[in-house]
């Protein structure tokens, strides 16, 4: 199975920061990478798949990039509302798998 | 407006067992996947099967064959995850979670069940 790795765990940062977070695959998952935002009590919101796309709704400032192994995804300019979780996760195949989760919190 | 709607919190004893749903709506239930995904604080998201209910298609996880049994009711756009005998550690939050046709990304969740196992 393909392991999904973030970096880091936890993030501080203040509004306005530009962030970056990191996932990397075990194995090749080609573009077939989601990110999902996370915030306590709901459920995941997609935000950006097959690695650079932006779902529909999704404010510009996040953004999505690489292929193969290595992922980040961008948020240029945070506002109150970031403040979450993050997930990345690869559908290369059915199973599935998610990345242990990015805690963006308020510096 | 796609609505995904599971059933309510569940409270369990060890051993009982449990059947939880997911209804769907605003959209055509019959042309695209439903997955089940399990959140616990220790071992985050991880996926545990997935249907396709216009034929019943059906792929589980390694991890929770045959620990669950997925199931839908296409007449009445309803899928289901469902355990036999319950354990401690089967407490979680669980999410369905609708699945593109052809590329199965999992663009729209439920709002999650939790489900408590305990003595």
């Known amino acids: 199975d393909i392991q999904m790795t973030q970096s880091p765990s936890t993030l501080s940062a203040s509004v306005g920061d530009r962030v970056t977070i990191t996932c990397r695959a075990s194995q090749s998952v080609n573009t077939w990478l989601a990110w999902y935002q996370q915030k306590p009590g709901k459920a995941p919101k997609l935000l950006i798949f097959k690695a650079s796309t932006l779902q529909s709704g999704v404010p510009s400032r996040f953004s999505g990039s690489g292929s193969g192994t290595e992922f980040t995804l961008t948020i240029s300019s945070l506002q109150p509302d970031d403040f979450a979780t993050y997930y990345c996760q690869q559908y290369n195949t059915y199973e599935y798998s998610f990345g242990q989760g990015t805690k963006l919190e308020i510096k | 407006e796609v609505q995904l709607v599971q059933s309510g919190t569940e409270v369990k004893k060890p051993g009982e067992s449990l059947k939880i749903s997911c209804q769907g709506f605003g959209y055509s239930f019959t042309n695209y996947w439903i997955a089940w995904v399990r959140q616990t604080p220790g071992k985050g998201l991880e996926w545990m099967a997935i249907i396709y209910p216009d034929d019943s298609d059906i792929k589980y996880s390694p991890s929770f064959q045959g620990q669950v049994t997925i199931s839908a009711d296409k007449s009445i756009t309803t899928a289901y995850l469902e355990w036999s005998s319950l354990k401690v550690s089967d407490t979680a939050i669980y999410y369905c979670?609708?699945?593109?046709?052809?590329?199965?990304?999992?663009?729209?969740w439920g709002h999650g069940t939790l489900v408590t196992v305990s003595s």
């Open positions: 979670a609708r699945a593109t046709p052809g590329v199965l990304l999992l663009d729209f």
